[in-house]
């Protein structure tokens, strides 16, 4: 139990140090620019986002197996929002898909509706697989986006975003 209670600590830790050090950039990026680009203003913060969700994973008592499968992923998005956010044209299509898959597909349509669920439809295997293969897809969705922001390639940025965007914006979740 104190190895769990150690692993929450150092994960916490380590969104708080990622969501400071992209807060820290943005204020001193935003006082440089004065953008009045809608589409950076009223959005919700990812990592923070990301934080809440990780709490509310640990809160639910979920198994450990399928807690570390949501972890990585967080983790996933962690590492790659402040790359993403960096490397791509801000409010362009990419950006955009990758920060709203943290901030909406994740918790809102993979995540949340199986936390939802009563403790006996947590423990229904199909479920369970159904959570997994969300889970799965989406890390291997993070990873392609990963491999192109090393090759940076824009092109490639905007297909994929396109197709992230209508994968799991119609995908239905768990529930």
């Not at 923070?48 to 979920?62: E, G, P, Y």
């Not at 669920?117 to 293969?133: F, V």
Request: with cysteine; proline share 3%; net charge negative.
């Amino acid at each position: 139990m104190d190895i769990m209670w150690a692993i929450l600590i150092i994960a916490l830790i380590g969104i708080i140090a990622a969501a400071f050090y992209i807060k820290k950039n943005k204020s001193t990026s935003g006082s440089d620019n004065n953008s009045d680009d809608a589409s950076t203003t009223n959005q919700p913060d990812p990592l923070q986002d990301l934080v809440a969700l990780n709490l509310q994973i640990r809160k639910s008592a979920i198994s450990e197996a399928l807690t570390k499968e949501c972890e990585a992923v967080i983790d996933q998005l962690v590492d790659l929002i402040p790359a993403i956010n960096e490397a791509s044209t801000p409010g362009s299509e990419i950006t955009w898909t990758v920060n709203r898959i943290a901030t909406e597909y994740l918790p809102n349509k993979c995540i949340l509706p199986y936390l939802s669920l009563n403790a006996e439809s947590r423990q229904d295997e199909e479920k369970i697989a159904t959570m997994r293969s969300n889970l799965a897809s989406l890390s291997t969705e993070l990873k392609d986006v990963e491999s192109m922001l090393t090759r940076r390639n824009e092109s490639e940025f905007n297909a994929k975003a396109t197709f992230l965007k209508h994968r799991f914006n119609n995908d239905s979740g768990v529930a």
